[in-house]
């Protein structure tokens, strides 16, 4: 903002003139705004991948049904949180070879995770992320299908 006196050479009487120089502040403005996506095309690219967390692929409905096949392996959680596979309560190590042996039978095993709707998001992820560190990568969850 500037305050001054009006120069002489005008007619009006003696007076204060007020202007606010936006120059400053579009500065400023321009400055956020640079930074504001230099650092949001980082975050997005960052090398990691899907912990990025800004890129989402969701879904869409009515897609295709997965259709369980001979060689696909199907793991339970009940809502108590036990793992249930091929009709047999396992122990988690036991599951951990299971998903070896099918792996080492066929690399393309579709992982089908069949969790209760009470049982809590961490155990999913959990089972999921030993069916990962097996090598099996293609994995599936079991849902009920919804009447029509």
Known sequence: ?????????????????????????????????????????????????????????????????????????????????RIVLAGNVVAPEELKRALEESRQRSPDTLVIVQADEGVPHGKVVEVMEMAKSAGLAQLAIGIRESPK
């Open 1 to 81: 903002m500037a305050i001054g006196r009006v120069p002489d050479g005008e007619q009006e009487a003696e007076g204060f003139f007020a202007e606010i120089n936006i120059t400053p502040l579009t500065d400023i403005f321009l400055v956020l705004l640079i930074i504001f996506m230099v650092t949001s095309s980082v975050i997005v690219n960052r090398s990691a991948g899907a912990r990025a967390g800004l890129k989402v692929n969701l879904p869409k409905g009515g897609a295709a049904d997965v259709t369980a096949v001979e060689s696909d392996l199907s793991v339970a959680i009940l809502a108590d949180g």
